[in-house]
């Protein structure tokens, strides 16, 4: 992993850039039904999509080390856990950015999206000058919430986004959560999220 350039490390992982390299692991990712369940209906993805995508990833690493998708590795084994995501929705919103993550579902349940997402949104704060940190969900989607709630995001509204698919609990809608930088302020004073 030496040659990959590494942008933060937690206590259990570490997020570097994404290479070429990488592309099995995503396309494995992706691949998995239980994972795309709240993406695509757990649909395969074909590798032509997925290499795609992992060529949109990589442009991020030109515009700075603000925003991107990082690969996100267990420090323990150096096993895949899945990425992370810290980027503005739409090119106007670089002091709002959006975050991320889809994991590998054998990495569910040790509480790695919550260290992953809290680790960006302090860099974020710490480091770059943004106002808020957004994340959206579908409103079925638990677990996701969870984590949202855990780095000390806040419900701001229910929504119905248009999906291209038909996905299990869309027709309750979605969530945005969010986090402004006085909240997260008064959170780190506190020693809460």
């Known amino acids: 992993m030496s040659s990959m350039r590494v942008i933060l490390e937690t206590d259990r992982m570490v997020l570097r850039q994404f290479t070429w390299d990488d592309l099995d692991l995503v396309f494995e990712l992706d691949n998995d039904p239980e994972v795309m369940r709240y993406i695509n209906g757990g649909e395969p993805v ?3 999509e997925v290499a795609e995508v992992l060529a949109w990833w990589l442009g991020y690493y030109e515009r700075g080390d603000a925003f991107g998708f990082w690969a996100a590795f267990d420090k323990a084994d150096d096993a895949f856990v899945g990425w992370f995501h810290f980027r503005p929705r739409r090119e106007d919103q670089q002091r709002e950015p959006e975050l991320g993550y889809r994991l590998r579902s054998a990495q569910w349940g040790r509480g790695l999206a919550t ?10 704060f710490e480091h770059f ?4 940190v957004v994340a ?3 409103v079925v989607h638990i677990a996701s919430r969870r984590v949202m709630e855990k780095v000390g995001m806040h419900l701001v509204r229910t929504f119905h986004a248009e999906w291209p698919v038909r996905l299990p609990g869309d027709e309750l809608g979605d969530v945005e959560y969010a ?6 302020t008064s959170g780190r004073a506190s020693g809460s999220p």
Do not use: F, N, V
């Open 46 to 48: 074909e590798r032509s």
């Open 115 to 124: 260290e992953g997402s809290q680790a960006l949104i302090d860099r974020g």
């Open 129 to 132: 000058d943004i106002d808020r």
């Open 136 to 138: 959206e969900t579908l």
């Open 179 to 184: 986090i402004d930088r006085d909240r997260w």
